[in-house]
């Protein structure tokens, strides 16, 4: 949780609070400060509060120890006596008056806080116009309070572990590189390619390529892919880069299109750990507001569901999505998709394989074999026998050989005419019923103790 994404309010109100903070408050007042905050962030309700009437308990005007004092005599029992009742009701009357008369002192004090933080905010602006580089108003509310450019890095800290605060300010930050501070590591190794090695300590400048270098790295490396090299290589080439991008933080475009990339190379091989690695990270960025293909590899995510059989996790995403994402073509190929699976209906099931956008059908060559005998169980209840291009027409096969080589992997044996040439071969639909319904059961039933498969 960056404060460079925190609406102008927030910071206003924040550099109000850090200015009304004394040495005897100061501790208590950041504590309950940060846990407003960070109540308003897990609420989502950091652009929606009026954060101009929010009040920190801490910095309200406590009583002195001598009204307490008064307040102690006014709850003591009533005297018994008339001389008594009359002593305490001019003590108590006295008090009152004191309380209000000290009320009114208080709010007073707390007004001229406010006239003394106004002043003093206005001076920090007019000094801040008159500097060579403009600075926010938060930087210079912030650089008036040291203990306050502390309360902002620690309350950073507490969203984003693995970074140490942000200084927009610095002449020397990275644009590309969000909540830039100091402590980011910033490459210096000018090699275009270089293997991927798990880090097991601190990353060092000299081993790390600086975003300039990855610019190149990813530009080459499309052409290397273009031009065929074998992908154990470009895998290594592709996780190294990405190792650097995470190393010096670098959230911007050109990590969407590494990690976009790789998640296509991942499919193209049928490297389902890789792909899932990319998906992952693809979806983080997304939610940053980072531009890409996000249509894609949403229907990519829902295929992927379809895979997996998840449903209730596939309903929740659906559910979620948007009419304008529900409305791009990948996505409506893959909620149809889901729909012919709902349904039973592999007539256009198979025929939405076929004419799957981007590399959807990567993705569905998972799980078509698994929809194709649950479809041939169907077929052979409808019919006495199938011909063998007929199944090849309906499910989608890429050849006949193909068509019989899916038979044999699936113990269906059950040609009445065995001998002659594929374009000849019929099934015996009885028969082979019983084949691919067991095949079914071994290959892709689900044992339905405790979600194992």
């Known amino acids: 949780m960056s404060s460079d994404t ?8 924040v550099a109000k609070c850090l200015g009304q903070m004394t040495d005897a408050n100061r501790a208590e007042a950041q504590a309950e400060l940060r846990q407003v905050i960070a109540d308003a962030f897990t609420a989502k309700a950091l652009w929606t509060t009026d954060w101009a009437g929010v009040q920190l308990q801490s910095l309200l005007p406590k009583p002195t120890p001598g009204v307490n004092g008064l307040k102690r005599k006014t709850a003591e029992p009533a005297a018994t006596s008339k001389k008594a009742k009359k ?13 209000l008369g000290d009320q009114a002192a208080l709010n007073r004090r707390a007004e001229r806080f406010q006239r003394e933080h106004e002043i003093e905010r206005q001076k920090n602006l007019r000094s801040q116009q008159q500097q060579p580089q403009q600075q926010s108003k938060q930087g210079a509310a912030l650089k008036a309070s040291p203990q ?20 927009p300010d610095d002449p020397e930050a990275d644009p590309n590189v969000p909540n830039w501070d ?19 300590s601190e990353p060092k400048p000299e081993m790390i390529r600086p975003y300039s270098v990855l610019q190149q790295t990813y530009t080459a490396l499309k052409q290397r892919w273009h031009d065929k090299c074998s992908y154990d290589w470009i895998c290594n080439q592709l996780k190294s880069l990405r190792q650097d991008l995470t190393v010096q933080r670098i959230k911007n475009e050109l990590t969407v299109l590494v990690y976009e990339m790789h998640g296509r190379i991942a499919l193209e091989t049928a490297d389902m750990v890789e792909y899932n690695q990319c998906q992952a990270a693809l979806k983080n960025l997304y939610e940053l507001g980072i531009p890409g293909h996000v249509e894609e590899f949403t229907a990519y995510r829902i295929l992927m569901l379809l895979h997996g059989r998840n449903k209730s996790e596939l309903n929740l995403y659906v559910g979620q999505l948007t009419p304008k994402q529900k409305a791009t073509k990948p996505v409506q190929h893959a909620l149809r998709v889901q729909q012919a699976l709902l349904m039973g209906n592999y007539h256009a099931l198979f025929k939405l394989y076929i004419d799957a956008p981007n590399m959807g059908a990567y ?12 479809a ?31 038979l044999a992997a699936h113990a269906v044996s059950a040609f ?38």
């Open 363 to 374: 993705i569905m060559d998972h799980f078509i074999d698994r929809e194709r005998a649950k």
């Open 87 to 99: 002593s305490s009701i001019q003590k108590s009357t006295s008090a009152s008056t004191w309380d």
């Open 182 to 200: 100091r402590h980011t590591i910033v490459g210096t190794n000018q090699e275009l390619f270089k293997d991927y090695l798990r880090l097991t």
């Open 416 to 453: 009445t005419n065995p001998n002659s040439p594929d374009t000849e071969k019929t099934l015996d639909c009885k028969n082979a019923f019983q084949m691919i319904s067991q095949a079914y059961e071994e290959k892709y039933r689900r044992v339905q103790i405790r979600g194992a498969v």
């Open 376 to 406: 041939l169980m169907i077929m052979s209840k409808a019919y006495r026998a199938l011909s063998l291009r007929f199944i090849y027409d309906e499910l989608a096969f890429d050849s006949l050989g193909h068509t019989r080589e899916f």
């Open 6 to 13: 925190w609406p102008q309010p927030l910071k206003e109100w």
């Open 148 to 167: 306050g450019a502390h309360l902002f890095n620690r309350i950073w800290r507490a969203d984003s572990p693995s970074t140490h605060g942000s200084n």
